[in-house]
């Protein structure tokens, strides 16, 4: 996919500067080894694999966000933040689980109603702060989130870029918790509030920006290109799928059930995967049409758990994968297995690095009438073949064999 792919792997390492209008980044290529090259590029942010920690509980602090690090993976997404933490109250139980089958079978969707942060800013600001120092070469990303309030977004961008931390997340996609301060999917369900939140960040930050796409909407190319036009350097999808986990047949409460009552939550986890495939999907399509040759980037979220479930979102075209859900159910050491699979996946079509197949399915998604219409031609195709051939003219000396089969019967 030629428009969100990054320079190739060259013999020796190369550092080009990059011009991202206000902001500046650094691309650098790997060395090519024996095993394949999981390293990655996207908008200047060099990362030694895709895979990176999604905005939500395993961001939260210093110490996971370490532990994050130390495990290997490619970046981290930090919990959204916001300048007023004190607004953030969360209630317990905040998440429910589906399960395939019996009561203890697999659980393959996950619901949550938490909200983002509740850390005071100043105390996440300092994290931050010491993740970079302590780990200067690693990408630290954040997540932010305000209300409708121009000086607002733009205090809280001054703020955190100050930390040092190499590119923002804008969460214009989380599903529930405070819509009616217009935040969340509130703005990114909206094209004309979108463009214009936008604005204000891109006029202010340095860093790239990723906007955070809402699957809760009927067409998502329609806000990945309003934040694209509007600056962004990359889009990121997708959030979770605004649900309802479930009722309990012997309480009649929803779950999860706070003091005998629940809210609508986010779902996520492997149930959400083929959605989330989709979506990518269409912002990748639009972003190669509309953007051919341009460095932007595709960062990919919804229920990866295995090797193959990245190389999917990255055969669509995707730059990152981001895991969040997966962390909560198999912890941070899953990184090491996301990456061994990939590289067997890699090793399985002899891909040296995650250039050589990004995008590389985008083209073979088409509509229902061309594919009628391929279909029809190829059923011509094989009947013209079974029959044989035509006139006598038409046998040869080399294909004799071949030609006596093609008219047999049985």
């Known amino acids: 996919?030629?428009?969100?792919?990054?320079?190739?792997?060259?013999?020796t390492p190369v550092t080009r500067r990059l011009s991202l209008g206000n902001r500046v980044g650094f691309r650098i290529s790997a060395r090519a080894g024996a095993e394949p090259d999981l390293s990655v590029t996207a908008n200047g942010l060099k990362m030694p694999n895709p895979f990176v920690i999604g905005s939500g509980p395993p961001g939260t602090n210093y110490t996971v966000m370490k532990r994050a690090f130390n495990e290997g993976?490619?970046?981290?997404i930090a919990k959204t933040v916001s300048l007023d933490a004190s607004k953030v109250v969360n209630v317990t139980p905040r998440y429910a689980r589906l399960r395939a089958g019996a009561p203890k079978g697999e659980i393959i969707g996950w619901q949550n109603i938490e909200l983002i942060s509740d850390r005071p800013l100043e105390t996440m600001l300092k994290e931050f702060k010491q993740l970079k120092e302590e780990f200067p070469d690693r990408i630290l990303i954040a997540s932010i989130m305000e209300e409708y309030n121009k000086a607002a977004w733009e205090e809280l961008i001054d703020r955190v870029e100050q930390t040092g931390i190499d590119a923002f997340e804008i969460n214009f996609s989380c599903p529930h918790g405070m819509p009616e301060r217009r935040m969340g999917a509130a703005v990114g369900q909206d094209c004309a509030l979108l463009e214009e939140v936008c604005g204000w960040i891109n006029a202010k930050a340095t860093v790239p920006v990723w906007a955070k796409m809402t699957p809760n909407i009927t067409d998502i190319t329609k806000p990945a290109r309003v934040s694209l036009e509007a600056g962004c350097e990359g889009v990121a999808a997708?959030?979770?799928?605004m649900s309802v986990m479930g009722i309990n047949l012997d309480t009649l409460r929803p779950e999860p059930c706070v003091e005998g009552y629940s809210t609508p939550g986010g779902y996520s986890a492997k149930a959400v995967h083929p959605i989330a495939l989709a979506k990518v999907m269409s912002i990748a399509q639009?972003?190669?049409?509309?953007?051919?040759?341009k460095d932007l980037s595709l960062s990919a979220i919804g229920g990866v758990e295995k090797g193959n479930d990245a190389a999917e979102f990255i055969l669509l075209g995707a730059n990152t994968v981001q895991v969040c859900t997966g962390v909560m159910m198999h912890g941070y050491g899953l990184v090491k297995t996301l990456c061994s699979e990939l590289q067997e996946f890699m090793k399985k079509h002899n891909f040296s690095s995650i250039e050589d197949f990004m995008g590389a399915s985008l083209d073979y998604f088409t509509t229902h009438m061309d594919l009628v219409a391929r279909q029809q031609e190829a059923i011509r195709e094989r009947k013209a073949t079974k029959k044989g051939l035509q006139s006598d003219r038409d046998w040869t000396g080399d294909g004799f064999v071949k030609e006596s089969e093609s008219m047999v019967s049985n």
């Open 73 to 76: 993976w490619g970046a981290v």
């Open 1 to 11: 996919m030629e428009s969100l792919r990054f320079a190739s792997h060259v013999s």
């Open 286 to 293: 639009m972003m190669k049409k509309e953007y051919a040759g």
């Open 238 to 241: 997708i959030n979770t799928i």
